[in-house]
């Protein structure tokens, strides 16, 4: 009945949180239904009523034809019967799962809710989220019956931003339902969008489990990298040399180190920390990933700042260009961003610190982590921190990082950027 009144658009699916993954969404489904784009962001919305992404990675193009209302008003979404949360799930100071957005968007849903409805989640949890924390929330708010009035799915996001090669419609999408008919009729709602297919969960708690070890998996094997990358340059020897060395071998799994931030990577793992913990478990594994993963800022502070003093610098009369502050290449997300703590172990040295980066915001830089950002840096520089792989980084030519560098200068990158190094410049990568 739902799926019907979807396909007729007699009845709307409604995208709660219009981010990174909410608003890509909500697009590809007003190609095929009526949707309401719903934020708490008056000033984003406007944005997006001018076909403009304030996250800078959907094109004008994607808004065109598209039969969506974008609201922040309560009202508009009582036209919905299909309601897909999709807010972000950060952690707080010590590392705890934060649920105040989802919850507050449980809150949300909860208020315009009516028999008969879906509601679905894609923002990433831990195993039994769905069910036990946000569930009851929606049974308060609309004075409904789990399972009798309503039914509940979790399908979880996989977009990655900043990669244009694999969009929406080319991810393989998990969903679940809390019985077999809801779990029929998400994946008709989002087999109409996803040209991939449908990998239908046995249950919401596998479907949440499965996302949170995505990353975590992830962050595991790129902290493996990072321990390497500290062993091997007591050695004397160039990681991403022994890396591609070892990839010769067709089973061996080539991961990099790096900094490692972000709303999923640098965040999921402590999601499922937090849940394993309350059963009585403390997880190893995980956990010492994680350690190395958000040492790695201090660790390249401090190696930057031995290679100063070697030079016979006193770091407290240096000047340090950090070119990147978005937690990944070719996106304008600052979200989680490690060059931020980066930035943050200079300055505890003295270090006289500037910022640059052509993607991210400015203003937004500045509210987040109280750096601001130059467009046009003015050296000369005693070190120059490649810290994030942009294409406008990569595509720098030798003679303009010379440009900006002073005596005895010191290039560190990060992300292996560059193809040649200037003569006479001291060179160091993870």
């Keep these: 009945m739902v799926y019907d009144d979807l396909k007729s658009r007699k009845k709307a699916i409604a995208v709660i949180g219009l981010g990174y993954v909410g608003l890509p969404l909500a697009l590809e489904f007003a190609k095929k239904f009526r949707v309401i784009g719903f934020d708490i962001r008056e000033d984003r919305l406007e944005k997006m009523r001018n076909k403009i992404d304030p996250s800078?990675?959907?094109?004008?193009?994607?808004?065109?034809?598209?039969?969506?209302?974008?609201?922040?008003?309560?009202?508009?979404?009582?036209?919905?019967?299909?309601?897909?949360?999709?807010?972000?799930?950060?952690?707080?100071?010590?590392?705890?799962?934060?649920?105040?957005?989802?919850?507050?968007?449980?809150?949300?849903?909860?208020?315009?809710?009516?028999?008969?409805?879906?509601?679905?989640y894609e923002s990433t949890v831990y195993p039994g989220c769905t069910e036990e924390d946000c569930m009851p929330v929606l049974e308060d708010q609309s004075g409904l019956r789990f399972s009798i009035d309503f039914k509940l799915g979790y399908s979880p996001e996989r977009i990655n931003p900043g990669d244009k090669s694999?969009?929406?419609?080319?991810?393989?999408k998990i969903v679940s339902g809390s019985d077999a008919e809801a779990l029929d009729t998400v994946?008709?709602?989002?087999?109409?969008?996803?040209?991939?297919?449908?990998?239908?969960?046995?249950?919401?708690?596998?479907?949440?489990?499965?996302?949170?070890?995505?990353?975590t998996q992830r962050d595991l094997n790129i902290s493996f990298m990072n321990e390497l990358a500290i062993i091997f340059d007591r050695m004397g020897i160039d990681t991403r040399e022994v890396i591609e060395a070892a990839g010769t071998k067709w089973n061996f799994l080539k991961f990099y180190p790096g900094l490692v931030g972000g709303h999923c990577i640098g965040v999921d793992p402590y999601y499922l920390v937090h849940k394993s913990m309350a059963l009585g478990y403390d997880p190893q594994v995980i956990l010492s990933g994680r350690r190395i993963n958000d040492g790695m800022p201090a660790f390249v502070a401090k190696k930057l700042i031995q290679i100063l003093i070697v030079k016979k610098k006193n770091p407290g009369d240096c000047r340090v260009l950090v070119m990147g502050i978005t937690?990944?290449?070719?996106?304008?997300?600052?979200?989680?961003?490690?060059?931020?703590?980066?930035?943050?172990?200079?300055?505890?040295?003295?270090?006289?610190?500037?910022?640059?980066?052509?993607?991210?915001?400015?203003?937004?830089?500045?509210?987040?982590?109280?750096?601001?950002?130059?467009?046009?840096?003015?050296?000369?520089?005693d070190a120059v921190v490649i810290a994030v792989g942009h294409k406008d980084f990569k595509n720098k030519t030798s003679e303009y990082f010379t440009s900006?560098?002073?005596?005895?200068?010191?290039?560190?990158?990060?992300?292996?950027?560059?193809?040649?190094?200037?003569?006479?410049v001291r060179y160091w990568r993870l």
């Design 56 to 120: 800078r990675e959907v094109e004008p193009s994607e808004f065109e034809g598209a039969d969506i209302l974008f609201t922040s008003q309560l009202e508009d979404l009582k036209e919905a019967v299909f309601f897909i949360v999709a807010v972000p799930t950060p952690v707080d100071e010590h590392k705890v799962p934060d649920l105040k957005p989802i919850l507050s968007a449980s809150k949300t849903v909860g208020k315009v809710l009516k028999k008969g409805d879906y509601v679905v």
């Design 166 to 172: 694999k969009t929406l419609r080319d991810i393989l």
């Design 187 to 215: 994946a008709k709602v989002y087999g109409e969008i996803i040209e991939a297919g449908i990998y239908k969960a046995s249950s919401i708690k596998v479907a949440e489990a499965a996302k949170v070890i995505e990353n």
């Design 327 to 381: 937690f990944k290449e070719n996106v304008a997300d600052i979200r989680n961003s490690k060059v931020a703590d980066l930035v943050e172990e200079l300055r505890s040295y003295s270090v006289s610190v500037d910022v640059t980066d052509p993607l991210a915001d400015h203003e937004e830089t500045m509210e987040e982590y109280g750096i601001s950002l130059l467009d046009h840096p003015s050296g000369p520089y």
């Design 404 to 424: 900006l560098m002073g005596k005895d200068p010191v290039i560190i990158d990060l992300k292996g950027v560059m193809a040649t190094v200037p003569q006479g």
